[in-house]
């Protein structure tokens, strides 16, 4: 199947600090990629969707300028998470889609400190 | 709103035994209900499900989609305790492309 990839695994950054995630799909296009986080023992949720070349459409409650997203390329997705504070803790999860198949990343753990 | 409600959110059995999780949902626009599996990192995929009534089978695992209900269910046979894990139902939402999550089950398989 195909493979995404996300960079890095895993992050622990000072409170106040910005952090940026890597999505990347390895052997396929992807023009639309989707971020998720995850508290623990709950499930995922979707924090928006993003689609290349143009401006991401983010779920209700998710703040844009805080979680900035830039889809610049067929294969490349970021998640900025600036001003990091320690609620922000979590696991951030990117997908990737291909035809109706979505691909998931390995994921990202971030501790805010 | 659209919603995926898992049960049991949590099922302790012993291996051997056959467990069954259940997924029902509310959507405004389905498209497929996947199932996947959840150990420490991000979910594998298991099955993807669209039409009613046709099971889907992969070794001991198998699922079914009843469309007309708005649930499926996730079987599995003769567990092990390599099956411990959170097991995840999505629905994929037309049009939008979207996965909406339930709550996910957790599986312990006790030896």
């Known amino acids: 199947g195909a493979v995404v990839s996300q960079h890095p695994s895993r992050v622990i950054c000072k409170s106040g600090t910005s952090v940026k995630i890597e999505c990347r799909s390895l052997?396929?296009?992807?023009?639309?990629m989707f971020w998720y986080r995850q508290f623990p023992k709950q499930s995922l949720m979707l924090m928006a969707t993003s689609n290349e070349g143009s401006k991401a459409t983010y779920e209700q409650g998710v703040e844009k300028d805080k979680f900035l997203i830039n889809h610049a390329s067929l294969t490349l997705s970021t998640l900025t998470v600036t001003s990091a504070h320690p609620e922000d803790s979590s696991f951030y999860i990117c997908s990737a889609r291909e035809g109706i198949s979505q691909y998931f990343g390995p994921g990202t753990r971030l501790l805010v400190l | 709103e659209d919603k995926v409600v898992q049960s049991p959110l949590s099922l302790v059995v012993h291996e051997g035994d056959t467990v069954t999780l259940n997924c029902s949902y509310e959507v405004t626009n389905f498209r497929s209900l996947l199932w996947y599996k959840q150990e420490k990192k991000a979910p594998t995929f298991l099955f993807m499900l669209t039409s009613s009534g046709i099971e889907k089978k992969s070794g001991r695992l198998s699922s079914i989609l009843d469309k007309k209900e708005l649930f499926s269910i996730l079987n599995i046979t003769a567990t092990q305790t390599g099956d411990s894990a959170v097991y995840l139902c999505a629905v994929l939402i037309q049009g939008a492309q979207k996965l909406v999550f339930g709550q996910g089950t957790r599986l312990t398989i006790n030896p």
């Open positions: 052997d396929f296009q992807a023009t639309t």
